[in-house]
């Protein structure tokens, strides 16, 4: 935690007086907590502009289900660029490359948000700059004005962060409760987003600290590493999650179909926003599902395009008969679904999840199990420290295998140990636990809720 604040002193009118500009990176994981954070900042006060083309700033309020009235959206005109279909993966790499046009496109961000920089800097007594790491670039400039200062939130956790760059720079100092295996990288990450990180992290020196939407009950140990990283010194940090509220509008037809399941009975399954599966893998999928006589919610989607409102999309083949044959176990939506209202209902008792850091935080938060299949990008790394570390879930396949082809008695023995197993049994009651303590973490005087408060006293400082 930061050192400099008496905790709840921050002071709304001095809030007032500072204005937070918010800037995502536009992949829904990322856009979504950026969101979300947004939504709790404001919630005290301080005014909030969130930053970005027009087509993904409706993407996020889109799927958003928060009241977002006191923020303030700049919706910059969305340039041209190309938003393929997403590439059916072959069975080495599954990123969505299909989006890098998307992601090139966001650094054209850097003139107007500069000049948005210049127009408020003499308005306000101070600019807070609040980005994902992968819009460094675009916010660079805030450095050459007088008052104002960054700070990078961090989409990812906080674990894999540490243990990939302290790998990446040789191990330099030993660390105590290492994981038996630490992910390899290999196949996560294209070439041009490793080219793209590289770039976007040359411009992170100037910032005043980091801001991670992890809690310290679950990441405090590699919170504390991190800052032993050269890179890091200096830096102020707050690990202020879970930052997810839960949305109150119209309930979404799945919800109601999970009224009438018994307590803990439904495995929920979603891969999450930038995934796609070959037919192959989806028809594998279904049948170790309908194989394994489970109640399952599963919803079906290819990952977004970089313009999500560009509506032709794959429909993904199901086998023959499959939703007849398994009316009444299951349920296969298609459309956007409110994640962390499913994950909430009790009758869901088990998630399998790609394991990207939202989908891991909404899960241990509502205190369901995780069923970990990572896909892509970092998502290994979340993976082992969900099954590992905090054991609150169990990989599909191990580790060596976990990027190639799963076969359906794979997922069908995985799908009962974790739903009718004593072992899932005991996942379920672990990740019930850890669900309860990170909730309260929130509450007045809980870890959480003092970093959050010591963040905004430092804004009003
Ligand atoms: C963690 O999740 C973040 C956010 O989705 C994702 O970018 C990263 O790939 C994930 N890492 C793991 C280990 O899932
Ligand atoms: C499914 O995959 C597992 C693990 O790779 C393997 O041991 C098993 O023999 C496979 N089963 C079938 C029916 O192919």
């Known amino acids: 935690m930061a050192d400099d604040q008496h905790k709840d002193s921050y002071n709304k009118s001095s809030l007032e007086s500072v204005v937070?500009?918010?800037?995502?990176?536009?992949?829904?994981?990322?856009?979504?907590?950026?969101?979300?954070?947004?939504?709790l900042i404001s919630s005290f006060g301080?005014?909030?502009?969130?930053?970005?083309?027009k087509t993904h700033?409706?993407?996020?309020?889109?799927?958003?289900?928060?009241?977002?009235?006191?923020?303030?959206?700049?919706?910059?005109?969305?340039?041209?660029?190309?938003?393929?279909?997403?590439?059916?993966?072959?069975?080495?790499?599954?990123?969505?490359?299909?989006?890098?046009?998307?992601?090139?496109?966001?650094?054209?961000?850097h003139e107007p948000f500069t000049n948005l920089l210049h127009e408020f800097s003499n308005k306000v007594k101070r600019i807070v700059v609040i980005h994902d790491p992968l819009m460094s670039s675009v916010v660079q400039d805030f450095s050459s004005i007088p008052n104002a200062?960054?700070?990078?939130?961090?989409?990812?956790?906080?674990?894999?962060?540490?243990?990939?760059?302290?790998?990446?720079?040789?191990?330099?100092?030993?660390?105590?409760?290492?994981?038996?295996?630490?992910?390899?990288?290999?196949?996560?990450?294209?070439?041009?987003?490793?080219?793209?990180?590289a770039y976007q992290y040359e411009f992170m020196h100037y910032r005043t600290g980091d801001i991670f939407n992890s809690c310290r009950l679950i990441e405090g140990t590699y919170v504390d590493l991190l800052s032993k990283l050269e890179m890091n010194a200096n830096k102020k940090q707050w690990s202020i999650g879970p930052i997810l509220q839960k949305g109150s509008s119209t309930r979404h037809k799945s919800l109601e179909w999970l009224d009438k399941q018994g307590q803990n009975s439904v495995l929920y399954i979603s891969f999450g926003s930038s995934t796609t599966m070959t037919d192959k893998q989806i028809q594998e999928l279904a049948m170790g599902l309908e194989n394994s006589k489970q109640k399952f919610l599963w919803v079906l989607?290819?990952?977004?395009?970089?313009?999500?409102?560009?509506?032709?999309?794959?429909?993904?083949?199901?086998?023959?008969?499959?939703?007849?044959?398994?009316?009444?176990?299951?349920?296969?939506?298609?459309?956007?679904?409110?994640?962390?209202?499913?994950?909430?209902?009790?009758?869901?008792?088990?998630?399998?999840?790609h394991c990207g850091w939202n989908s891991c935080m909404e899960s241990m938060t509502m205190g369901v199990?995780?069923?970990?299949?990572?896909?892509?990008?970092?998502?290994?790394?979340?993976?082992?420290?969900?099954?590992?570390?905090?054991?609150?879930?169990?990989?599909?396949?191990?580790?060596?295998?976990?990027?190639?082809?799963?076969?359906?008695?794979?997922?069908?023995?995985?799908?009962?140990?974790l739903m009718v197993s004593k072992e899932g049994e005991e996942l379920r009651s672990r990740a019930e636990k850890l669900g309860r303590q990170v909730w309260q973490s929130r509450d007045e005087g809980g870890v959480s809720q003092l970093e959050l408060s010591s963040f905004m006293a430092h804004l009003s400082r």
């Open 149 to 197: 200062e960054s700070y990078a939130f961090h989409c990812i956790s906080a674990f894999t962060q540490f243990f990939s760059f302290w790998d990446a720079i040789g191990r330099p100092f030993p660390v105590e409760g290492m994981p038996k295996n630490i992910p390899s990288m290999e196949g996560c990450f294209s070439f041009e987003i490793m080219n793209f990180m």
């Open 369 to 417: 199990p995780i069923l970990a299949w990572p896909m892509h990008s970092e998502q290994p790394w979340n993976a082992t420290l969900i099954s590992e570390i905090l054991e609150v879930g169990i990989q599909v396949t191990e580790q060596a295998h976990q990027m190639e082809f799963v076969n359906s008695s794979t997922i069908e023995n995985v799908v009962n140990r």
């Open 301 to 353: 989607r290819d990952a977004d395009k970089g313009n999500v409102f560009d509506d032709e999309t794959r429909k993904a083949r199901l086998p023959e008969g499959y939703q007849e044959r398994t009316e009444g176990t299951g349920i296969v939506v298609t459309d956007w679904a409110p994640q962390l209202e499913i994950l909430g209902h009790t009758s869901i008792g088990g998630f399998m999840s």
């Open 20 to 39: 937070v500009f918010v800037v995502p990176f536009p992949a829904q994981g990322h856009l979504n907590q950026l969101l979300q954070f947004s939504c």
């Open 46 to 53: 301080v005014p909030v502009h969130f930053i970005g083309y």
């Open 57 to 109: 700033i409706q993407q996020a309020k889109s799927r958003n289900l928060q009241d977002m009235q006191q923020i303030h959206f700049h919706e910059f005109p969305t340039p041209h660029f190309d938003s393929p279909p997403p590439i059916i993966p072959n069975s080495i790499m599954k990123f969505p490359t299909h989006l890098q046009p998307s992601f090139e496109a966001s650094k054209q961000l």
